[in-house]
């Protein structure tokens, strides 16, 4: 059986320099992989190499074992893939629905936008796939949310949207302690629906509550890939720390 | 009991009131809605009490109302969608004459009006997806790109034709179409309205007027989503152009002659109008309800400052303290939203 999504033998220049040499994972169907690193290890160039952002300079990648070229953020769109933004990616101005259903509205033949169905869609989203506390309404203007309520509406986006792997880049670095729990929660329940997550964190504790497995980085390459099964909180640190 | 009664109805009266108050300043344009309205009720008050020294329900002045606003208003509503979309256009008052003399010098040529008009509009779409280009090419600020727009097409007003009016004799089908009367109603203003509907339901109801907000809101994010930002853009710059157009015709057509200063300062007009009616500097933000009302409540103030005798100079200041105070206001929701 083939995975999900591979990476075979990425390496990724800008100029002169080298942010990734040779890497490659893999993220299996509805697993949680915790991609650790100290800063500037190329955790986010891995991240926006899979999303499409950055081509790679060698190597390529496979989706369901078919090798697959991203050329940008909507051919990773179209084969399942959401990205989580450090900032997440939201239009502060509109409304939750209108965020919801961004780029992807639900019109009429002629583009006319479908509004009685889209809001009671995100509705149904907010309340029963992504439990948010303190959203009212799917009126309510994205601009007005906290920064854990924003990212719950960016997931309710992948909810909706049915995709296949979750990209979270440190999605907590601006999360209150319970949205962060919250968050962590969201990412479990999506696995059990089978939706794989890459989670990129700081938080070795973060990532160890959550992870089935975890891919630490140092430099621009793997130096450990590990099943929680076969490690430790002490020895996850000292792979992060030493290396 | 009846005291009682009355009261415990008082406060709940007034809470209501102040309820609606401020669902009506919640919405888009709820606050230059209630500025609007009041000012109506002043002015009709006015006018009622004092019907021989202040016109402002003569028949002859509401005639005048109706006939300047669709020029603004079409300027402003071009102005105000590439505004939402994060940029600007300076060159619309230059476009709008400039198209104008192709179109009369067209018609003086020979040329049906049915086919010159079109090729005005044509012109102006062409002009604006120019200056979209070039902004979007070079990645420069649309504000120095339609600058040199204002300058180049003022300019080739001059060098196309001179200084001197051109007349515009069209079809009279085509002058009744666009400035005759329908049921008492001035049919430029009919035109105008229409715009306003249809613009609504682009801008507000249909994917694209969901994209230009995003595009102006946060371009990144709408990026990431997948739009194609340049080309929302695009198509901003040449609505912008082709709406100056627009109110070209339907100017020309109710003078029957084109100035060729006539378009000076028209831009700085419009984009007043939209900052009056609740749009963002930075784009992503306003409504096409507000827009109109901002064109609607500069002409009004220009009427009534008319009506009252007062020098052109108090036009000016009056305007200019709505714009910093709408700004202000504006500035403070916005703070408010993001924080
Ligand atoms: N767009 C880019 N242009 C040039 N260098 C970049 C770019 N993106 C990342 N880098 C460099 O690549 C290296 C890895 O960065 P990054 O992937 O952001 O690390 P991490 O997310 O693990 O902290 C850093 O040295 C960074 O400066
Ligand atoms: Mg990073």
Redesign the pocket.
């Known amino acids: 059986m083939s995975n999900l999504l591979e990476l075979h033998n990425i390496s990724k220049s ?2 002169a ?1 080298t ?1 990734l040499r040779n890497l490659s994972f893999h993220i299996g169907e509805g697993e949680v992989v915790g991609l650790l ?10 991240v ?1 190499l899979i999303s499409g952002i ?1 081509k790679p300079t060698d190597g390529y990648l496979s989706v369901d074992g078919k090798k697959t070229l991203f050329t940008c953020r909507s051919d990773s769109a179209d084969a399942g893939i959401e990205t989580i933004y450090q900032h997440t990616a939201l239009v502060d101005s509109l409304s939750i629905t209108r965020n919801i259903f961004m780029g992807r509205e639900l019109t009429d033949r002629f583009g006319f936008l479908r509004q009685a169905e889209m809001r009671e869609i995100a509705m149904e989203v907010l309340q029963n796939a992504v439990h948010i506390s303190g959203i009212d309404s799917p009126d309510t203007l994205v601009g007005n949310l906290s920064g854990g309520q924003k990212q719950a509406v960016a997931i309710a986006r992948a909810v909706y949207f049915k995709k296949r792997v979750l990209l979270l ?1 440190e999605p907590t670095s601006a999360l209150s302690v319970r949205e962060t729990e919250a968050l962590l929660n969201q990412v479990l329940k999506l696995k059990a629906e089978n939706v794989s997550s890459v989670l ?1 964190t700081h938080n070795i504790y973060h990532a160890y509550q959550v992870c089935d497995r975890f891919v630490i ?1 140092s430099h ?1 390459t793997k130096v450990f890939d590990v099943a929680k099964a076969d490690t430790t909180i002490n020895q996850l640190t000292d792979y992060v720390v030493l290396t | 009991m009846t005291p009682i009664l009355a009261d415990s109805a008082a406060p709940r009266s007034r809470t209501q009131r102040q309820s609606i108050l401020k669902q009506i300043m919640g919405m888009p344009a709820g606050a230059i809605f209630l500025v609007f309205m009041t000012l109506q009720i002043v002015c009709i008050a006015g006018a009622l009490l004092y019907p021989n020294e202040f016109r402002y329900l003569s028949p002859q002045n509401l005639t005048i109302l109706m006939k300047a606003v669709p020029v603004l208003g079409c300027l402003a509503l071009g102005a105000g969608v590439l505004m939402i979309a994060g940029e600007f256009d300076l060159s619309i008052g230059s476009v709008y004459t400039f198209t104008a003399v192709l179109m009369a010098s067209l018609v003086g040529a020979g040329v049906s009006a049915f086919v010159a008009a079109p090729l005005g509009v044509l012109a102006g779409v062409m002009i604006g997806l120019l200056n979209g280009q070039i902004t979007i090419r070079f990645g420069l600020p649309s504000f120095i790109v339609t600058l040199g727009g204002l300058l180049f097409w003022r300019g080739a007003v001059l060098l196309y034709n001179g200084a001197v009016q051109v007349r515009f004799d069209p079809e009279p089908v085509f002058t009744s179409l666009f400035s005759g009367t329908l049921l008492g109603i001035n049919a430029a203003f009919i035109w105008i309205v229409l715009f306003v509907v249809g613009f609504h339901f682009l801008l507000h109801r249909h994917r694209f007027g969901n994209h230009v907000f995003a595009t102006g809101g946060n371009r990144g994010a709408a990026e990431a989503i997948g739009i194609n930002t340049n080309r929302v853009k695009l198509v901003a710059f040449a609505i912008a152009g082709g709406m100056a157009a627009v109110a070209g015709i339907l100017a020309t057509a109710r003078v029957g002659s084109v100035q060729p200063g006539q378009g000076a300062g028209l831009e700085l007009q419009a984009i007043a109008a939209c900052v009056i009616g609740g749009l963002s500097l930075r784009g992503g933000r306003g409504s096409i309800i507000g827009i109109f009302l901002g064109v609607l409540l500069i002409h009004t103030i220009t009427d009534v400052l008319l009506l009252l005798r007062a020098p052109g100079f108090y036009l000016d200041m009056f305007i200019a303290t709505l714009i910093v105070l709408a700004a202000i206001f504006n500035h403070l929701i916005e703070r408010r939203g993001v924080a």
């Open positions: 800008f100029g320099l942010a690193g100290d800063n500037g290890a190329g955790k986010s160039t891995t926006n950055h880049d990129v980085m621009g």
